[in-house]
């Protein structure tokens, strides 16, 4: 049970927690810096994009590839 209350930030101080040393409002306060920020949230948005069409194009690309492989392997096996 105590440790629930230390998670929850309960009143014992010496309990060792997952707090740290700078305190909870500095944390929330410089990682929420673009939160208001709209462009900076369309910026995240757009790069998130541009990373799932590279990892589309390496998968594509990886299964071209052990295709082309299976096809050399099969044809060697079966003489085409």
Do not use: Q
Not at 5 to 23: C, K, L, Q, V
Not at 46 to 69: C, D, N, P, Q, T
């Amino acid at each position: 049970m105590r440790d629930l209350e230390d998670y929850r930030g309960g009143s014992s101080a010496s309990a060792p927690g997952p707090r740290n040393g700078s305190g909870e409002g500095a944390v929330s306060s410089s990682s929420s810096w673009w939160a208001g920020d709209p462009e900076a949230k369309r910026r995240r948005r757009v790069a998130a994009y541009k990373a799932y069409a590279v990892e589309a194009r390496v998968k594509a690309s990886l299964r071209r590839g052990f295709r082309w492989i299976k096809d050399r392997c099969t044809g060697i096996v079966h003489r085409r």
